[in-house]
Protein backbone atom coordinates (compact mmCIF):
# COMPACT_ATOMS: atom_id res chain seq x y z
CA UNK A 1 0.00 0.00 0.00
CA UNK A 2 1.20 3.56 -0.93
CA UNK A 3 1.61 6.08 2.33
CA UNK A 4 -1.45 7.27 3.50
CA UNK A 5 -3.38 4.95 1.18
CA UNK A 6 -7.00 4.57 2.53
CA UNK A 7 -9.00 1.32 2.08
CA UNK A 8 -12.97 1.31 2.64
CA UNK A 9 -14.19 -1.47 4.90
CA UNK A 10 -15.67 -3.79 1.24
CA UNK A 11 -11.89 -2.98 -0.39
CA UNK A 12 -9.85 -4.19 2.66
CA UNK A 13 -12.02 -7.24 2.93
CA UNK A 14 -11.89 -8.00 -0.96
CA UNK A 15 -8.50 -7.58 -1.55
CA UNK A 16 -7.30 -9.28 1.55
CA UNK A 17 -9.29 -12.18 0.32
CA UNK A 18 -7.62 -12.21 -2.61
CA UNK A 19 -4.21 -11.48 -1.64
CA UNK A 20 -3.90 -7.88 -2.24
CA UNK A 21 -1.83 -5.28 -1.08
CA UNK A 22 -3.98 -4.02 2.37
CA UNK A 23 -2.76 -1.63 5.33
CA UNK A 24 -4.38 -4.30 7.69
CA UNK A 25 -6.38 -7.34 7.95
CA UNK A 26 -10.26 -6.58 8.31
CA UNK A 27 -12.18 -7.83 11.16
CA UNK A 28 -15.33 -9.95 11.27
CA UNK A 29 -16.53 -12.82 13.67
CA UNK A 30 -18.33 -16.21 12.99
CA UNK A 31 -21.46 -16.36 14.91
CA UNK A 32 -21.50 -12.78 15.26
CA UNK A 33 -24.96 -11.85 15.79
CA UNK A 34 -26.00 -14.06 18.41
CA UNK A 35 -26.95 -14.46 22.52
CA UNK A 36 -23.98 -12.64 23.59
CA UNK A 37 -25.51 -9.71 22.82
CA UNK A 38 -28.63 -7.89 24.66
CA UNK A 39 -30.14 -6.81 21.59
CA UNK A 40 -30.49 -10.03 19.98
CA UNK A 41 -31.83 -11.22 22.68
CA UNK A 42 -34.52 -8.50 22.41
CA UNK A 43 -35.31 -9.16 18.95
CA UNK A 44 -35.39 -12.99 19.80
CA UNK A 45 -38.37 -13.39 22.45
CA UNK A 46 -40.85 -15.64 21.88
CA UNK A 47 -39.27 -16.11 18.55
CA UNK A 48 -38.69 -19.43 17.42
CA UNK A 49 -35.09 -19.57 15.29
CA UNK A 50 -36.19 -20.77 12.06
CA UNK A 51 -39.45 -18.42 12.27
CA UNK A 52 -36.10 -15.96 13.07
CA UNK A 53 -34.51 -16.93 9.88
CA UNK A 54 -37.56 -16.61 7.65
CA UNK A 55 -38.23 -13.14 9.02
CA UNK A 56 -36.81 -10.99 7.02
CA UNK A 57 -37.35 -7.48 9.01
CA UNK A 58 -36.01 -9.15 12.55
CA UNK A 59 -33.08 -11.18 10.15
CA UNK A 60 -31.85 -7.77 8.52
CA UNK A 61 -31.88 -6.40 11.98
CA UNK A 62 -29.87 -9.26 13.78
CA UNK A 63 -28.00 -9.43 11.01
CA UNK A 64 -26.56 -5.50 10.97
CA UNK A 65 -26.16 -5.29 15.31
CA UNK A 66 -22.66 -6.55 15.01
CA UNK A 67 -21.63 -3.19 12.86
CA UNK A 68 -23.63 -0.94 15.11
CA UNK A 69 -22.62 -2.40 18.34
CA UNK A 70 -19.38 -3.98 18.16
CA UNK A 71 -17.36 -2.51 15.80
CA UNK A 72 -17.14 -5.55 13.34
CA UNK A 73 -16.19 -4.59 9.66
CA UNK A 74 -17.83 -6.80 7.75
CA UNK A 75 -22.16 -8.24 8.07
CA UNK A 76 -23.28 -11.66 7.76
CA UNK A 77 -26.46 -11.99 7.08
CA UNK A 78 -28.43 -13.98 10.05
CA UNK A 79 -29.01 -17.70 9.30
CA UNK A 80 -28.43 -21.15 9.96
CA UNK A 81 -26.86 -24.03 7.68
CA UNK A 82 -29.76 -25.93 7.41
CA UNK A 83 -32.03 -23.35 5.79
CA UNK A 84 -31.39 -24.46 2.29
CA UNK A 85 -31.76 -28.42 3.25
CA UNK A 86 -35.70 -27.89 4.49
CA UNK A 87 -35.80 -27.58 0.46
CA UNK A 88 -34.48 -31.44 -0.17
CA UNK A 89 -38.35 -32.50 1.46
CA UNK A 90 -36.44 -33.12 4.93
CA UNK A 91 -38.28 -32.56 7.56
CA UNK A 92 -36.23 -30.17 10.52
CA UNK A 93 -37.00 -28.67 13.57
CA UNK A 94 -34.58 -26.93 16.05
CA UNK A 95 -34.48 -28.11 19.94
CA UNK A 96 -32.38 -26.57 19.90
CA UNK A 97 -29.89 -27.95 17.42
CA UNK A 98 -31.38 -29.48 14.15
CA UNK A 99 -33.27 -32.31 14.62
CA UNK A 100 -34.28 -34.91 11.28
CA UNK A 101 -37.59 -36.51 11.41
CA UNK A 102 -36.40 -39.07 8.83
CA UNK A 103 -32.81 -39.53 8.99
CA UNK A 104 -31.51 -40.42 5.33
CA UNK A 105 -29.22 -43.65 5.74
CA UNK A 106 -29.84 -45.67 1.76
CA UNK A 107 -29.47 -44.58 -1.05
CA UNK A 108 -33.18 -45.06 -1.71
CA UNK A 109 -33.66 -42.21 0.92
CA UNK A 110 -31.07 -40.30 -1.10
CA UNK A 111 -33.00 -40.73 -4.46
CA UNK A 112 -35.81 -39.19 -2.53
CA UNK A 113 -34.86 -35.88 -2.14
CA UNK A 114 -35.72 -33.25 -4.16
CA UNK A 115 -33.92 -31.02 -6.17
CA UNK A 116 -35.09 -27.88 -5.46
CA UNK A 117 -33.82 -24.17 -7.00
CA UNK A 118 -32.89 -22.40 -3.38
CA UNK A 119 -34.48 -19.27 -4.87
CA UNK A 120 -38.18 -20.81 -4.78
CA UNK A 121 -37.71 -23.11 -1.86
CA UNK A 122 -36.29 -19.88 0.65
CA UNK A 123 -36.74 -16.85 -0.93
CA UNK A 124 -36.37 -14.88 2.24
CA UNK A 125 -33.13 -16.13 2.40
CA UNK A 126 -32.17 -13.56 -1.02
CA UNK A 127 -35.10 -10.95 0.24
CA UNK A 128 -32.32 -10.12 3.72
CA UNK A 129 -29.35 -10.47 0.93
CA UNK A 130 -31.01 -8.04 -1.19
CA UNK A 131 -31.88 -5.59 1.82
CA UNK A 132 -28.84 -5.96 3.68
CA UNK A 133 -26.88 -4.75 0.21
CA UNK A 134 -29.27 -1.97 0.45
CA UNK A 135 -28.19 -0.84 3.41
CA UNK A 136 -24.08 -1.50 3.54
CA UNK A 137 -23.56 -0.26 -0.47
CA UNK A 138 -23.82 3.52 0.50
CA UNK A 139 -21.55 2.64 3.98
CA UNK A 140 -19.11 0.69 1.97
CA UNK A 141 -19.14 -2.68 3.90
CA UNK A 142 -19.00 -6.25 2.58
CA UNK A 143 -21.84 -8.50 2.97
CA UNK A 144 -20.81 -12.25 3.71
CA UNK A 145 -23.07 -15.11 2.56
CA UNK A 146 -22.31 -19.15 3.67
CA UNK A 147 -23.67 -22.37 3.64
CA UNK A 148 -22.81 -25.79 5.41
CA UNK A 149 -20.59 -28.20 3.60
CA UNK A 150 -21.79 -31.09 2.54
CA UNK A 151 -20.55 -33.52 4.48
CA UNK A 152 -21.32 -31.27 8.08
CA UNK A 153 -24.69 -31.08 6.59
CA UNK A 154 -24.75 -35.03 5.89
CA UNK A 155 -23.83 -35.60 9.85
CA UNK A 156 -27.10 -34.06 10.83
CA UNK A 157 -29.16 -35.86 8.10
CA UNK A 158 -27.67 -39.23 8.91
CA UNK A 159 -27.45 -38.84 12.59
CA UNK A 160 -31.17 -37.42 12.58
CA UNK A 161 -29.55 -34.89 15.35
CA UNK A 162 -26.36 -33.45 16.14
CA UNK A 163 -23.22 -35.47 18.03
CA UNK A 164 -21.53 -34.02 20.82
CA UNK A 165 -18.60 -36.63 20.87
CA UNK A 166 -18.05 -36.00 17.07
CA UNK A 167 -18.47 -39.78 16.81
CA UNK A 168 -21.31 -39.89 13.78
CA UNK A 169 -21.34 -44.00 13.96
CA UNK A 170 -24.71 -44.02 11.61
CA UNK A 171 -22.71 -42.20 9.10
CA UNK A 172 -19.48 -43.72 9.27
CA UNK A 173 -21.41 -47.09 9.43
CA UNK A 174 -23.19 -46.10 5.93
CA UNK A 175 -19.56 -45.39 4.70
CA UNK A 176 -18.22 -49.12 5.34
CA UNK A 177 -21.77 -50.02 4.10
CA UNK A 178 -22.26 -48.62 1.04
CA UNK A 179 -19.56 -45.65 0.27
CA UNK A 180 -21.44 -44.81 -3.41
CA UNK A 181 -24.69 -44.33 -1.45
CA UNK A 182 -22.81 -41.97 1.55
CA UNK A 183 -21.46 -40.22 -1.99
CA UNK A 184 -24.70 -39.58 -3.84
CA UNK A 185 -25.90 -37.47 -0.72
CA UNK A 186 -22.81 -35.45 -0.85
CA UNK A 187 -22.87 -35.24 -4.45
CA UNK A 188 -26.95 -33.64 -3.84
CA UNK A 189 -25.63 -31.89 -1.11
CA UNK A 190 -22.74 -29.72 -3.27
CA UNK A 191 -25.68 -29.28 -6.06
CA UNK A 192 -27.69 -27.70 -3.27
CA UNK A 193 -24.67 -25.59 -1.99
CA UNK A 194 -23.61 -24.48 -5.46
CA UNK A 195 -27.00 -23.51 -6.60
CA UNK A 196 -27.57 -21.69 -3.29
CA UNK A 197 -24.10 -19.81 -2.93
CA UNK A 198 -24.59 -18.81 -6.48
CA UNK A 199 -27.88 -17.15 -5.77
CA UNK A 200 -26.58 -15.42 -2.72
CA UNK A 201 -23.88 -13.80 -4.72
CA UNK A 202 -26.60 -12.62 -7.20
CA UNK A 203 -28.81 -11.26 -4.42
CA UNK A 204 -25.70 -9.20 -2.43
CA UNK A 205 -23.05 -11.14 -1.01
CA UNK A 206 -19.64 -9.93 -1.86
CA UNK A 207 -17.68 -12.68 0.10
CA UNK A 208 -19.26 -16.27 0.44
CA UNK A 209 -17.90 -19.03 3.35
CA UNK A 210 -18.35 -23.28 3.66
CA UNK A 211 -18.92 -24.13 6.47
CA UNK A 212 -17.00 -27.94 7.02
CA UNK A 213 -17.60 -27.93 11.17
CA UNK A 214 -17.48 -31.73 11.32
CA UNK A 215 -15.10 -33.07 8.69
CA UNK A 216 -11.65 -32.19 10.85
CA UNK A 217 -13.44 -35.73 13.06
CA UNK A 218 -11.81 -37.36 9.73
CA UNK A 219 -8.79 -39.15 9.47
CA UNK A 220 -6.65 -37.95 6.04
CA UNK A 221 -7.84 -40.79 4.12
CA UNK A 222 -11.53 -40.74 4.45
CA UNK A 223 -11.28 -37.09 3.91
CA UNK A 224 -9.56 -37.59 0.51
CA UNK A 225 -12.23 -40.48 -0.64
CA UNK A 226 -15.83 -38.54 1.06
CA UNK A 227 -14.83 -34.90 1.37
CA UNK A 228 -12.23 -33.16 -0.83
CA UNK A 229 -13.91 -34.38 -4.12
CA UNK A 230 -17.44 -32.61 -2.85
CA UNK A 231 -15.93 -29.71 -1.52
CA UNK A 232 -14.00 -28.64 -4.74
CA UNK A 233 -16.66 -29.49 -6.77
CA UNK A 234 -18.37 -26.13 -4.52
CA UNK A 235 -15.39 -24.24 -4.88
CA UNK A 236 -15.13 -24.82 -8.20
CA UNK A 237 -18.93 -24.16 -9.05
CA UNK A 238 -19.27 -20.97 -7.08
CA UNK A 239 -19.08 -17.75 -9.08
CA UNK A 240 -15.64 -16.49 -7.52
CA UNK A 241 -14.57 -14.01 -9.77
CA UNK A 242 -17.60 -12.08 -8.15
CA UNK A 243 -16.94 -13.41 -4.44
CA UNK A 244 -13.91 -14.43 -2.84
CA UNK A 245 -14.69 -18.30 -1.44
CA UNK A 246 -13.36 -18.65 2.14
CA UNK A 247 -13.45 -22.56 3.66
CA UNK A 248 -14.03 -23.25 7.04
CA UNK A 249 -12.35 -26.27 8.39
CA UNK A 250 -12.82 -26.59 12.46
CA UNK A 251 -10.05 -29.16 13.89
CA UNK A 252 -8.07 -29.60 10.88
CA UNK A 253 -4.50 -29.24 11.99
CA UNK A 254 -4.12 -32.54 10.21
CA UNK A 255 -5.98 -31.74 6.78
CA UNK A 256 -4.37 -28.08 5.83
CA UNK A 257 -2.55 -29.39 3.04
CA UNK A 258 -5.87 -30.85 1.74
CA UNK A 259 -7.82 -27.65 2.81
CA UNK A 260 -4.90 -26.06 0.12
CA UNK A 261 -5.61 -28.17 -2.58
CA UNK A 262 -9.40 -27.64 -2.63
CA UNK A 263 -9.03 -24.12 -4.15
CA UNK A 264 -10.76 -21.32 -1.85
CA UNK A 265 -9.56 -18.15 -2.07
CA UNK A 266 -8.99 -17.91 1.71
CA UNK A 267 -9.11 -21.15 4.30
CA UNK A 268 -10.72 -20.77 7.80
CA UNK A 269 -9.46 -22.41 10.90
CA UNK A 270 -9.91 -23.54 14.18
CA UNK A 271 -8.46 -22.42 17.25
CA UNK A 272 -6.10 -25.84 17.79
CA UNK A 273 -3.94 -25.01 14.72
CA UNK A 274 -1.25 -23.02 14.54
CA UNK A 275 -1.91 -19.85 12.30
CA UNK A 276 1.96 -19.54 11.74
CA UNK A 277 1.89 -23.08 10.14
CA UNK A 278 -1.34 -22.48 7.87
CA UNK A 279 0.18 -19.44 6.86
CA UNK A 280 3.78 -20.60 5.90
CA UNK A 281 2.20 -23.60 3.95
CA UNK A 282 -0.88 -21.20 2.37
CA UNK A 283 2.46 -18.98 1.18
CA UNK A 284 0.69 -17.28 -2.19
CA UNK A 285 -1.81 -20.13 -2.80
CA UNK A 286 -4.31 -18.74 -0.40
CA UNK A 287 -5.04 -16.24 2.53
CA UNK A 288 -5.99 -17.37 6.38
CA UNK A 289 -8.54 -16.73 8.61
CA UNK A 290 -8.88 -16.85 12.17
CA UNK A 291 -8.32 -17.93 14.68
CA UNK A 292 -8.37 -16.59 18.08
CA UNK A 293 -9.71 -19.25 20.57
CA UNK A 294 -13.47 -17.19 20.93
CA UNK A 295 -13.17 -18.06 24.86
CA UNK A 296 -9.89 -15.56 25.09
CA UNK A 297 -12.35 -13.20 24.34
CA UNK A 298 -13.10 -12.84 27.88
CA UNK A 299 -9.67 -12.25 28.93
CA UNK A 300 -8.18 -8.24 29.82
CA UNK A 301 -8.92 -5.69 26.84
CA UNK A 302 -4.62 -5.47 26.93
CA UNK A 303 -4.54 -9.34 26.14
CA UNK A 304 -6.61 -9.59 23.35
CA UNK A 305 -4.77 -6.53 21.98
CA UNK A 306 -1.53 -8.82 22.61
CA UNK A 307 -3.12 -11.85 20.96
CA UNK A 308 -4.60 -10.20 18.09
CA UNK A 309 -0.90 -8.39 17.19
CA UNK A 310 -0.01 -11.91 17.44
CA UNK A 311 -1.84 -13.59 15.19
CA UNK A 312 -1.62 -10.80 12.66
CA UNK A 313 2.45 -11.24 13.08
CA UNK A 314 2.24 -15.16 12.14
CA UNK A 315 0.00 -14.63 9.13
CA UNK A 316 2.30 -13.22 7.59
CA UNK A 317 3.77 -15.65 5.64
CA UNK A 318 0.43 -16.00 3.36
CA UNK A 319 -0.76 -13.66 0.86
CA UNK A 320 -3.36 -12.12 2.97
CA UNK A 321 -5.09 -12.61 6.31
CA UNK A 322 -9.09 -11.97 7.74
CA UNK A 323 -8.99 -11.67 11.19
CA UNK A 324 -12.08 -13.67 13.01
CA UNK A 325 -12.38 -16.23 15.74
CA UNK A 326 -11.02 -20.00 15.44
CA UNK A 327 -15.02 -20.98 15.97
CA UNK A 328 -17.96 -18.97 16.89
CA UNK A 329 -19.26 -16.39 19.72
CA UNK A 330 -19.70 -18.37 22.69
CA UNK A 331 -22.85 -17.14 24.11
CA UNK A 332 -21.32 -15.97 27.80
CA UNK A 333 -18.99 -13.76 25.54
CA UNK A 334 -18.58 -10.69 26.66
CA UNK A 335 -19.72 -7.76 24.72
CA UNK A 336 -16.48 -5.32 26.03
CA UNK A 337 -14.12 -8.48 24.58
CA UNK A 338 -15.65 -8.27 21.05
CA UNK A 339 -14.88 -4.65 20.85
CA UNK A 340 -11.79 -5.11 22.16
CA UNK A 341 -10.92 -7.42 19.94
CA UNK A 342 -12.26 -5.28 16.70
CA UNK A 343 -10.62 -2.28 18.25
CA UNK A 344 -7.35 -4.52 18.53
CA UNK A 345 -7.80 -4.85 14.40
CA UNK A 346 -8.10 -1.65 14.00
CA UNK A 347 -4.74 -0.45 15.85
CA UNK A 348 -2.58 -2.90 13.98
CA UNK A 349 0.13 -1.36 12.54
CA UNK A 350 0.01 -1.73 8.58
CA UNK A 351 0.78 -4.89 6.42
CA UNK A 352 4.37 -5.08 5.41
Not at 54 to 69: F, G, K, M, N, T
Not at 200 to 218: E, K, N, P, S, Y
Not at 311 to 316: E, I, P, Q, S, V
Amino acid sequence: MAAGASLTRTERMLRACRGEPVDRPPVWLMRQAGRYLPAYRAVREGVGFLEMCRDVERAVEVSLQPLRLVGTEAVVFFSDIFVPVTGLGVEVAFAPGPRIAEPIRSARDVARLREPDPRDAVPYVFEILRRLRGVLEPEAVPLIGFAGAPFTLATYLVEGQGDPARTFPELRAWMAREPEGVRALLERLAALTIAYLNAQIVAGAQVVQLFDTWAGCLDRDTYLRFVQPVNRAVVEGVKRAAAPFILYTNQASHLLDELLETGPDVISVGPEVELAEAARRAGSRASVQGNLDPVLLAAPREEIFRRVAALAAAARPARGHVLNLGHGCLPETPVEGVRAFTDAARALAPRA
